[in-house]
């Protein structure tokens, strides 16, 4: 069984883009989640997403937003990109999102110049 | 915000030797998951345990869950190099996949 994908890895955007990344859920799995990664925060939860609503979201800024799509694949968007939106952004699938198991993606590294 | 305090913050020990990792947490939750991440690469979800279990094992992994002091911890046996990553516990508390994380502890285990 495939586990989470993330897609693309590696990206470098200037400040006042915008960024879409990508993410397909473990087969099966209804729930994901997406998280941001940095040095001076750490693991900070941004929303997840089941059945293509958003259930939960964190303190993030409108710019960050996300979907879920019929096949449970999600995509996350941050618009206006700052210099401190650099980050590893995180995926991750749950089965039902309830007591279940969180798998976590690879990741994409966002570096924002 | 963090939920989670990891203790200590980096731990060196020799290979062969037992590693041990402790989490705090500040409210009450549904389970408590361990995760470990090498240098740059993505989250391996090593071991859940939920609120209402006191004791998991898997493999060389030993974790414990105390709710009534909000702690938990992570032992490791017999290390190996290959364990040298960086640590994390994450807490959920509702019937979601929000989880809240720890700061993490960097290990590393010297050949």
């Known amino acids: 069984k495939a586990g989470v994908t993330q897609t693309p890895r590696y990206l470098i955007k200037t400040r006042g883009q915008q960024v879409t990344l990508s993410c397909s859920p473990i087969?099966?799995?209804?729930?994901v989640s997406w998280y941001q990664q940095t040095p001076g925060q750490g693991l900070q939860f941004l929303f997840e997403?089941?059945?293509?609503?958003?259930?939960n979201k964190g303190n993030f800024p409108g710019r960050f937003s996300g979907r879920q799509f019929s096949n449970s694949r999600s995509e996350m968007n941050v618009s206006t990109l700052e210099l401190g939106d650099s980050a590893l952004y995180l995926c991750a699938s749950s089965l039902q999102g309830k007591e279940n198991t969180i798998y976590f993606g690879e990741g994409s590294w966002l570096t924002v110049v | 915000s963090q939920q989670g305090e990891e203790d200590p913050q980096a731990l060196s020990i020799q290979e062969g030797e037992n590693a041990t990792m402790n989490c705090s947490y500040k409210?009450?939750?549904?389970?408590l998951q361990w995760y470990r991440q090498n240098s740059g690469r993505g989250l391996v979800h090593l071991i859940l345990i939920r609120s209402n279990e006191r004791e998991k094992h898997s493999g060389r992994l030993r974790v414990t869950l105390d709710t009534s002091k909000k702690s938990s911890s992570l032992l490791i046996t017999a290390s190996r190099a290959a364990d040298t990553a960086s640590y994390f516990c994450?807490?959920?508390?509702?019937?979601?996949?929000?989880?809240?994380f720890g700061k993490g502890i960097t290990l590393s285990v010297r050949p």
């Open positions: 994450a807490t959920g508390t509702g019937a979601n996949s929000k989880l809240t």
């Open positions: 997403y089941f059945s293509e609503t958003q259930r």
């Open positions: 409210t009450s939750i549904n389970n």
């Open positions: 087969s099966g799995h209804r729930s």
